[in-house]
């Protein structure tokens, strides 16, 4: 029976996926939210565990891996699926930017904090990101917290950003060893998103035109092919796909190994976490 972990569990794409995983699957489910409300209801709706983090604080992080690892003995797939585009910018009690922590630090964290059961299971790890990657963004290596020239769009935009090439640099780092990583765009999707903000976005996704929008249930269950997928028969790791589930291109940096490498090393020294000895040079695939 294989463990599957799903942040975002709670509402949108990754409650759609949980449904469509609870139908078709065996595997022990393991569902994390925010909202205490939302999260028991979709997890007693399945019969599924859950756990609560919010992840603007990386305190909850931490707690959760600790949990996790105590009672997950392996782990064969981790998605990185909350996130949400914030008005801001909002400082985190850690310091952080809002957008920027919630996005991409967090699942960093969660992700290196739960390596060594990733390694062991020889796991897949999926990070939802989005073509909002190459639409709004450009990051700047001197202010990944996009704290400079501050839109909802653009800090949202450098933060999917970073989980295409968190998931680049996981698969160079860690795929010789029995890992495989992947991002993906869900699509444009009638879900919760957006609630939090009060622009652009907002009116799209919460609006009357929201009515012209995919369903939840559309991304969820491309989130289900990458959960459930083969590594190197349903999709490849190291990449990055579109909605149509085929590769697709992002924003140039999401293309530069030098700033995926930096983009990481930075990430790890704003958490002061290290990262297992991957023992290569890190490659693209
Ligand atoms: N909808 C789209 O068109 C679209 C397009 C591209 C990419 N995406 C990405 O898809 C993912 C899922 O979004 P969605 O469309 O399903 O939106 P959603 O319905 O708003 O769901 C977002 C999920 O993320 C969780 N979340 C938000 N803030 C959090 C925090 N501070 N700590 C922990 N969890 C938090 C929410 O938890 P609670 O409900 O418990 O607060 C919820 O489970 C996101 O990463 C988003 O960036 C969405």
Redesign the pocket.
């Known amino acids: 029976m294989r463990t599957i972990i799903v942040?975002?569990?709670?509402?949108?794409?990754?409650?759609a996926a949980a449904d469509m995983l609870a139908a078709a699957t065996e595997d022990r489910l393991v569902l994390?939210?925010?909202?205490p409300d939302?999260?028991r209801a979709v997890a007693q709706r399945l019969g599924a565990e859950y756990h609560l983090?919010?992840?603007?604080r990386l305190e909850?992080v931490r707690r959760l891996a600790h949990t996790l690892t105590a009672s997950c003995p392996r782990i064969d797939v981790l998605a990185n699926?909350?996130?949400?585009?914030f008005d801001g910018p909002i400082r985190t009690e850690d310091g952080f930017e809002k957008t920027f922590q919630?996005?991409h630090l967090?699942p960093y964290l969660l992700t290196n904090l739960l390596i060594e059961p990733l390694l062991a299971s020889g796991a897949t790890v999926v990070n939802?990101?989005?073509?909002?990657a190459r639409i709004f963004s450009d990051v700047d290596l001197n202010d990944l917290n996009t704290w400079g020239a501050y839109t909802p769009n653009r800090a949202?935009g450098n933060a999917?950003l970073a989980?295409i090439v968190f998931a680049k640099q996981l698969h160079a780092r860690f795929h010789h060893r029995g890992l495989n990583a992947v991002a993906f765009?869900?699509?444009?999707?009638?879900?919760?998103?957006a609630?939090q903000t009060s622009g652009m976005m907002h009116r799209l996704?919460q609006g009357p035109l929201s009515r012209l929008?995919a369903s939840?249930e559309t991304?969820g269950a491309r989130l289900f092919h990458f959960i459930t997928g083969q590594p190197g028969q349903d999709w490849e790791s190291g990449h990055f796909y579109g909605d149509n589930l085929k590769p697709a291109d992002s924003h140039p940096q999401t293309r530069d190994r030098r700033f995926a490498e930096r983009h990481w090393e930075l990430s790890a020294q704003m958490l002061a976490v290290r990262w297992p000895d991957h023992g290569e040079t890190p490659r693209d695939h």
């Open positions: 942040t975002g569990a709670s509402d949108g794409i990754g409650a994390v939210g925010r909202s939302k999260t983090a919010d992840f603007s909850d699926n909350a996130g949400g585009i919630v996005n967090a939802t990101a989005s073509i909002a949202y999917k989980n765009h869900p699509g444009v999707l009638a879900t919760s998103f609630t996704y929008l939840p991304g």
